[in-house]
C-alpha cells in the first residue's frame, strides 16, 4: 500500500526528527530508540557488504558510535535515514579499503566472505541469491549492493569508493554476469 | 548498431543510464531480436530479484549495550542544529497536538500534491514492468514506460506493472488485466479496466479517479482498493482502506474498508458486505442483488448482526412495500435511528432521512451518493 507507506513515512520522519533533536542535547535513551529503529538497515548493508557476521556487528556498532559523534551535524536537509545510510555506506567503505590493504599484505588475489545473509537469516528463496553475492570479488560485491540493493547511482558510488564512473558500471556489469553463472550452475 | 546490442548497453538501458536516442535504438532492435530479448529479460529478472531482498536484517544479539558503553566515553554532541521545542513531548496532550499537527501535514502534503498535479496537467502516466512481459499499446514494455491516454496496457498470465496515476496514486496490475486511461485531467483521472485485477491506492480528494467496469464505475473517495473484472464482465471490490463508491445508471453503493461488493452486468452494483459476514448472510445478499426470493431476505435479516447494518441500509434503497418494511425493522433492531429520522419517512424513500441514518450508522462518506 504505497499510500499508506507514503503517508506513514511523513510520520516516521517527524518522529525521528524528534529523536534527533532530542538526542543532539546529549539525550541517549532517544539515541537509542534511533538505534532501535535503523539498527536493521544498517546491519543488512554492513553483512552483505563484509559475508561475516562477527564483522557485522563490530561495524554495526562503529556505525552507531559514529552517528552520536556526528549527530550534532544533522541539519534536517534530508531524510534522517537517508543520512544515516551515508553515515553507514562510508564506514563500511572505509572498513573494506583498510581491510584489503591489510590481506594484500599477507596475499595475492581477492578475498571471498565467509558467510552470506543468507547463511545466517534467510531461509527463503533469496537464500540463493544471498550465497551468489556473498560469492563476489568484494569490489564488484560492493558496487552490486550499492547500486542494485540500496539504489545508488554510478556517480555517488564512485564518489564514495574512489572510482572512476565508468569503473563502477564495469564492476556492476561483472558482478551480475558472475552472479547469472553462480545461479546458473 | 551492430548485429546485437552491446551487453554493457543492454544494462545501462535496463538502468535507465542510456541516452533518449540509444533508448529507442535499443528499443527498435530488441523487437526483432530474440537473442537481445532474451538478455534483457535475464537482466530485469535478475534485478527484480535482487530489489526484493530484505532491506532490514536484525543482528542475532542485541549491539546497544556495547555501543552504549561505548558511548560513555565520549562527549555528548553539543550542536544543536535543528530548531529545539518548548513542548513536553512525552505529555500525552502534547502527544495528541502532535498528531493532529502531523496528520494536517499529511493532508496539505496530499492535497499540495494534487494541487501540484493540477497545475501540471495530467496527459501520460508512467508504467514500469514488474514481472513478466507486459505490454504497452501492443508492444512489450521493458524497464519502464509512458501510458497515453487510449493505449491499452496488458498483462498476460505471468507479468505485472504498476502504473502512476499522474501524482495521485498508484495501481499494481495483477496478471491476466487489460486497462486503458480514458481521461487524465487533474479534476477526472479515470481508466477502463476490461478485466483483470488491479490494486489502487489514491491519495486525492474524493472523487478524482474512476474506474470504469463493464458493469459500474468505481469512485475513488480516498482510500485503497482491489478490484477484479472476470470475463463476463462482473466485478468484485475488496476496500481496505476509505471509501468506495460504486455507481451505475443510477444504482449506487458505498463501501468501506474491510467490506467488499460485486457488480453484475446489466445489474450494476450489488449490495456491500463486510468480508466476515455470515457465508449464508453473504450468500443471500447475492441472491437478493441478482432479483432475490423471499427465502433469500428471511436468511439475511435472521443472519445480520449490528455491523451488516450496512448492507440493511443499501437493501432499504433495492426493496419496496412490504419487504422494505421488513428490512426497515431489523435495522432498527440493529441499529435505531434518532427522532429525526421515521419509519414514515424511510419507507416513503425520504433521501434525507436515509442520509440522516447513515451518518448514525457511521457511513458518513454516504453524502457522495446523494
Known sequence: MEALAYRETILEQEEHLELVRRAQQGDISAFELLYRNHVGMVYALCLRMTCNTGRAEELTQDVFVRLWDRIGSFRGDS???????????????????SNRRRNQRVQVGEERGDESPAAVTTPDLAMDLESAIASLPPQARAVLILHDIEGYKHEEIAEQMGLATGTSKAQLHRARKLLREVLDR | MSEHIQITVLHEYIDGEVREDVRREVHAHVRSCLACTEELRKITSLRA??????MDIQPARDLWGGIAGRLQTRDNPRILRLPSRTVNPASPANLWVKRVSLAAAVVLVAFGGFWWSGLNGAGTWQVARVEGVPSVGGETLFGQGKLDVGTWLETDDRSRATVEVGSIGQLQVDPGTRLRILQSRSTDHRI??????????????????FVE????TAIDLGCAYTLQVDDEG???????HGWVALELAGVSSIIPAGASCRT???VGPGLPFYRDAAESFRRAAHTIELGGTSESLTTLLADARAR??????????RLEGADRALAYDRLMELAPHGSEVT?????????????????ELGIGASMFLF
Not at chain 2, 196 to 206: D, E, F, L, R, V
Not at chain 2, 213 to 216: E, G, L, N
Not at chain 2, 235 to 240: A, E
Open chain 2, 308 to 317: 451488516d447494518a450496512l448492507t440493511l441500509w443499501h437493501l432499504l434503497f
Open chain 2, 343 to 359: 419509519r414514515a419517512g424511510v419507507l416513503a424513500g425520504n433521501r434525507a432521512m436515509l442520509q440522516l441514518w447513515a451518518d
Open chain 2, 264 to 266: 453484475t452486468p446489466g
Open chain 1, 79 to 97: 531524510a534522517f535515514s537517508s543520512w544515516l545510510h551515508r553515515v553507514a555506506v562510508n564506514t563500511v567503505l572505509v572498513d573494506l579499503r
Open chain 2, 49 to 54: 530479484n535482487l530489489n526484493a531482498l530484505r
Open chain 2, 213 to 216: 467496469t463493464p458493469s459500474a
Open chain 2, 192 to 209: 477502463a479496466l476490461a478485466r483483470g485485477t488491479i490494486h489502487a491506492t489514491i491519495w486525492a480528494p474524493p472523487r478524482i479517479f
Open chain 2, 234 to 240: 462482473g466485478s468484485l471490490l475488496d476496500v481496505t
